[in-house]
């Protein structure tokens, strides 16, 4: 089992940057794919992006190519999302997810495919 805290969060203007983190700790010795979803009220949660366990496979929601970058640094149990040239529709909460590693494709993008998750962070983006 792992537990996973996202943070990071907060409130910014358009064009503005934010870098969200998510800590593991539980049985992080093991292997798991990570993913960033968000979630607008009355919304499901979208995927947003998702790391390989190694770090050298990546996969992005078309919205945030090229502005989001995610990575990870498996010795701290750290997985990122950097967040460039926010924009208002970017509002939302964050959250981390993790499962048994997989390989990057389709699935990773199910939310039912993840078994753990984080509180949620909060990310705001004013015009």
């Known amino acids: 089992q792992v537990q996973l805290v996202e943070s990071g969060g907060g409130s910014v203007q358009a064009g503005a940057s934010l870098r969200l983190s998510c800590a593991a700790s539980?049985?992080?010795?093991?292997?798991?794919?990570v993913a960033w979803f968000r979630q607008f009220p009355g919304k499901e949660r979208e995927f947003v992006a998702a790391i390989s366990w190694g770090g050298g496979t990546t996969e992005y929601n078309d919205y945030v190519k090229g502005r989001f970058t995610i990575s990870r640094d498996n010795a701290k149990n750290m997985v990122s999302l950097q967040m460039n040239s926010l924009k208002p529709e970017d509002t939302a909460v964050y959250y981390c997810?993790?499962?048994?590693?997989?390989?990057?494709?389709?699935?990773?993008?199910?939310?039912?495919?993840?078994?753990?998750w984080g509180q949620g962070t909060q990310v705001t983006v004013s015009s």
């Open positions: 997810a993790a499962r048994f590693a997989i390989g990057i494709g389709e699935r990773v993008r199910w939310t039912n495919e993840y078994a753990y």
């Open positions: 539980g049985r992080t010795s093991r292997s798991y794919t």
